[in-house]
């Protein structure tokens, strides 16, 4: 259908333009280029036959399905609205030749005019879109005259379009909130919210019983995620994203420069799915060894510190690309100073530098800590499903991402509060990281003015 | 009350000599020089942690590349598998992506940059742009798995599914990519191309978007990159199916390169850890020669005004 629209817009643009130019020929001067008049004409055929080509395939499906239901045939299915969906839904396979074999004989009945009356609205639907590119094609046609001044009308449909452009960002913003918010409100009306926010028991069950302790507790979960992602992650990567900041900003020579940064963008850009198969089978295992070395009885390979060093290596480039930033913002004067008064390198960085440019790196830091409680794969992959609360690094926890993927990728009933626990996990780290972003960028937003 | 003068201050030369000094300034250069040993360690740190993880998967991988790996699909065999059916639908969620992505994005930075009224409602969209970019992409999946397939009910396990949630997450990519580039554009040239007549929108796409579109392209293959390595909010819309046979449109059950690694991860016979770091090969080639296409546009198109 889109495929035939594009062909007619096509031919409208080229009768368009050819007409726009006979204009030059006549004495008043048209107000516009012969591309816009043809532009123009193609909106008008396109347009409408457009709009009406994407409804048409929602109306067309209820119009034969009400046109079934009135066929004889309809009269032998089950009351039952269940079953009747079932076997109008494995007809219309059969229709469409996607399903090879249906479960009830009734099904092959219905196939047969099913398929007849598919035809029949796509026929329907052909001629009315010809029929409405014809009826805008005349009606532009009719307006392309020199005095018409067609470029402004083109330039309206441009801005609308740039303008819908822009509130698709605004519309998705939107449908993460309200889905997250729809589903998890369906979740707190089973499972009380403050068993949820406070409870320490994790082991999420299909059926819930009210007033009981159904193991819907996230607490262990918030722990997990906050002593991977915020605790042992941010140990290994702000010292050495700091560093490595340090580094290549004040001591490396600018050809070491050239070669360190795109290694660094490369760690970023190493997909996360990469770092939890190296942490689940190659530092496992190690930490494991260690571990048993250290004494623990029944050590396991997936562990908070395994999910928790790789997180922190992932997120050294953002770190250390953020500090690399505030380095640079603080002004030149205050290194001259520094270096004037007889300090070494090292103790302006220490005494000078860090001290200025601490508020942006703070607010890198925030920002990391968003990325890395959000981050999934790596802890999907390596830090287990068992939910402690323990501070040891060596055992097994659980994060809120990993109960995402836990609870939605099992069964698939949607309406049982397992699946809609992820949901309300879900709407919590989207509080939270939005949270932390906003702080994050305001720190980072005030300390650019104090220098600026 | 008397005022006492106060002793004078006995000033004499430091005698950088003295072997107290000496030993001072020995020890402020010992610690710049740790200081820097230890920059330099950080450094070497993070890149020999690349430069093992590399060569870690290479010599792990690089055995279970062959022919039968790269045009085969999955099994339950280890010496069976393949890449091509996950490789196909990689290739289909990313043409979704960047049909949708692109324009999207490239019109709604052109509409922010050159000419949004600045008012709330233009604040509102930036802001929601810019929180988008840092929402996590699991998230993105979560809303996918709500709108796309139970509100909408399009086809689980699709690529057209995956395809719409990844344009939602490089969207905002592009966007500020987008944005950065316009602004780069000296207004010396709007100003020009204005002065003879060009209508606004006339302005933006005849001299803004030409000269701004080598910094879109570059953000927009970075975005990209980004995309194809994602696994999180794929696995939430169902693209973690057994596939057997490659698929043949956008509509057909799928699964995606990073997807079929962390399935083939789980799995425990030995044959695949061979293919699993094999399949890790295929798509860091792919993702290097992504970036390295953007850094070569961004040296060669970069243009200092």
Known sequence: MFLMIAVMAFAAWLIGRSRARGFSSTSLRPTALPSHYATFLALCTAGPAALFAAIWPFLSDTLVSRAIMGLPVAQKLPSAAIDRGAILSEARGLADGTVEAAFNPLSYELAEPIAELSRQYALIGTGLLVALAAIGFSIGFLKLKPAFRARQRVEAVVMLCLMLASLVALATTFGIVASLIFEAGRFFSMVPATEFLFGTHWAPTGEVIAGQDNGFGAVPLFWGTIFIGAIIAMIVAVPLGVMVAIYLTQYAPSAVRAWLKPALEMLAGVPTVVYGYFAALTLGPVIREWALWLGMENPTSESALTAGLVMGVMIIPLISSMADDSIAAVPQSMRDGSLAMGATTSETIKRVLIPAALPGVVGGVLLAVSRAIGETMIVVMAAGLAANLTLNPLSSVTTVTTQIVQLLTGDQEFDSAKTLAAFALGLVLFIVTLLLNIFALRIVKKYREAYD | ?305
């Open chain 2, 1 to 305: 009350m008397t005022i006492h003068a106060a002793p004078p201050v006995r000033l004499t030369p430091t005698d950088w000599r003295s072997s107290k000094m000496t030993s001072r300034i020995a020890r402020r250069y010992a610690a710049e020089r740790r200081f820097r040993l230890l920059g330099l360690g950080a450094v070497a740190l993070a890149t020999g942690f690349l430069a093992f993880l590399l060569i870690h998967m290479m010599s792990n991988g690089i055995s279970g590349l062959n022919w039968t790996f790269l045009s085969q699909s999955d099994a339950t065999d280890p010496a069976q598998v393949g890449i091509w059916g996950a490789f196909k639908g990689s290739l289909l969620t990313m043409v979704v992506t960047l049909v949708l992505s692109f324009p999207v994005g490239v019109l709604a930075a052109l509409y922010l940059e050159e000419y949004a009224p600045r008012n709330r409602w233009t604040d509102l969209i930036e802001v929601s742009i810019n929180n988008l970019a840092a929402v996590p992409s699991i998230i993105f999946g979560l809303l996918g798995l709500a709108i796309f397939l139970n509100t909408f009910h399009l086809p689980r396990s699709a690529p057209l599914v995956g395809g719409l949630t990844l344009a939602l997450m490089t969207m905002p990519v592009i966007v500020i990519a987008g944005r950065n580039a316009i602004k780069a554009v000296p207004p010396s040239i709007r100003d020009a191309a204005l002065g003879v007549g060009a209508s606004p929108v006339q302005v933006v796409f005849h001299h803004v978007l030409p000269l701004a579109l080598p910094g879109i392209l570059t953000g927009t293959i970075i975005g990209m990159a980004r995309a194809l390595g994602e696994t999180a909010p794929l696995l939430m819309i169902g693209m973690r199916a057994f596939i057997a046979t490659p698929p043949g449109g956008v509509t057909d059950p799928a699964t995606v390169l990073p997807v079929q690694i962390f399935l083939w991860s789980d799995e425990v016979s030995q044959g695949f850890v061979e293919k699993t770091s094999a399949a890790i090969i295929v798509l860091l080639a792919f993702l290097l020669a992504m970036n390295g296409l953007a850094i070569y546009l961004r040296n060669k198109f970069e243009k200092r005004w």
